[in-house]
């Protein structure tokens, strides 16, 4: 469900470096087993209007792998699967790690293949930081740690199956963390004066329309269903902060750091919202 991005000017990324659009960071479906459609859990709620078991196909689920309701998904109550993006997990477990197997040919390596899908898509996640990182000229000084670590992340993407089953995430999403802090802070003091620092505050809801939230510190903010319209939230960090059903009309959002497709996704917006140019205008909007 790919669309067209905004490509207005990003003043927080440089224009050299690894590129953010490309594909092996987002969901190729073509190339995947429907992983997501199987692997995960789906409870009734806003997101999905029915329960099904982890392991257990969806009932849209075609045999070629791809979804028979796709066009419908919002309006049918799947929410989730319209939000949902394994940063390119699921074609890189379906293609390399089992070499083009599926899990209807092998059967006896699906409940591996679904175990691995959480895991992948975590250091895929981390490797999409990494690389917005080493576009980001005022983290310049950090370019040689950054690479590094998106080299040793990507050996780790391709490992067999039970080293990645093995693999402390937690640990591996700790030793990047402070890098990825490092970066945060350089590109945030671009923004002269005092910024708002409200890392993993409960915004629920709350009324930030036309807020100035530039250089803010916004890392794992629960922004959930908060009033962002017309806010500048240029440079801010968002990494990891919950946008579901945020309002960002007008919002201007060109320059912010760690914003994923996710969360666009999952919030509000309209024709006057600026984003990266790295990310798409969700459908929806």
Known sequence: MPHQPDHRTDPGHAQDGPALDDPGLRADCANCFGLCCVALTFAPSADFPEHKAA????????????CSVHRELRQRGFRGCTVYDCFGAGQKISQITYGGQDWRQAPGTADEMFALLPVVRQLQELLRYLTEALTLEPARALHGELRAALEELERLTLADPATLLALDVAARRAAVNPLLLRTSELVRAQVKGRKKNRRGADLLGAR?????LRGADLRGAYLIAADLRGADLRLADLIGADLRDADLRGADLTG??????????????DADTRLPPSLARPAHW
């Open 55 to 66: 392991g257990k196909p969806c009932s849209h689920l075609r045999t070629d792998f791809r």
């Open 208 to 212: 930030l329309r036309a807020a100035d």
């Open 256 to 269: 912010s750091i760690f914003l994923v497709q996710t969360q666009v996704n999952a919030a509000r917006g």
